[in-house]
């Protein structure tokens, strides 16, 4: 794959910018300076406070979801694991459909190139160096969720297709994959019953549905954690959470 030439780099012969960040270069690889490419800029929350919350809401209501199933129960504590850590993202994002939660994001501020010269400690070099969300990652993501809004599915079926990603088979390491097969299949049966009695003159909606889900599955976990969770939880290890929340009673 090929991608567009820097333009920001072009700006950077400047003998002010040379000076202030001669510094910044030596200590800091080409990868991990700031690019002010329109795609590759990297993007924060616009209300965090709102947006966060509404997360965690969700979040909270995707992991009560799946530990009250209980053909989930009946599995074996590893199994029970292992899926959560497969899945739980896209859940998420389902989740996030289904609540109608939206979200705009802003340019992260960037600090000036003094600043981050005489500001020149571990803890704001690690501040300043942390993976943050690019405009085209959230982008890629708000374009899944608008899909999925486009279906207007219902509750039923949401929560048929929340099952039918959950009991994912070939999950490495799984102890009852063939159990776990035949619960996604029976998942899969349902959402398909339940779609052709809502959509009867859609013969494809099945099929579509679960292409528009398999976007969601593209969608990497670090940059839901980043985005959403980030802000509240900090470096929080988002799996130790949520087995935390699976145990919870």
């Given at each position: 794959m090929q991608y567009e030439k820097c333009q920001c780099l072009e700006s950077q012969n400047a003998i002010l910018y040379t000076l202030l960040s001669q510094d910044q270069r030596e200590s800091c690889s080409p990868s991990q300076q700031r690019?002010?490419?329109?795609?590759?800029?990297?993007?924060?929350?616009?209300?965090?406070?709102?947006?966060?919350?509404?997360?965690?809401?969700?979040?909270?209501?995707?992991?009560?979801?799946?530990?009250?199933?209980?053909s989930f129960q009946l599995l074996p504590?590893?199994?029970?694991?292992l899926l959560l850590d497969?899945?739980?993202a896209p859940l998420f994002l389902l989740g996030l459909v289904q609540e109608m939660v939206?979200?705009?994001v802003i340019e992260t501020p960037a600090p000036s190139m003094l600043k981050r010269i005489l500001l020149?400690?571990?803890c704001k070099r690690q501040e300043l160096q942390r993976a943050q969300p690019t405009l085209a990652s959230v982008q890629r993501l708000q374009c899944s969720l608008n899909k999925f809004w486009s279906l207007d599915l219902s509750p039923k079926e949401y929560a048929y297709l929340k099952g039918a990603m959950l009991f994912n088979p070939n999950v490495p390491g799984l102890k009852a994959?063939?159990?776990?097969?035949?619960?996604?299949?029976?998942?899969?049966?349902?959402l398909q019953d339940v779609l052709a009695l809502s959509h009867l003159?859609?013969?494809?909606?099945?099929?579509?549905?679960?292409?528009?889900?398999?976007?969601?599955?593209?969608?990497?976990p670090p940059l839901i954690t980043d985005l959403f969770f980030q802000p509240v939880i900090g470096n929080t290890d988002i799996l130790q959470l949520l087995t935390e929340m699976l145990v919870m009673k």
């Open positions: 690019c002010l490419c329109q795609k590759r800029r990297t993007v924060c929350l616009q209300t965090p406070q709102v947006t966060c919350q509404a997360a965690s809401d969700v979040l909270v209501k995707t992991v009560s979801f799946v530990k009250n199933l209980p504590w590893e199994d029970q694991l497969s899945c739980w939206t979200f705009e020149d400690g571990q994959s063939a159990y776990i097969e035949s619960l996604q299949r029976e998942a899969h049966r349902a003159e859609d013969k494809d909606c099945f099929a579509r549905v679960l292409l528009i889900a398999s976007t969601l599955k593209s969608i990497p």
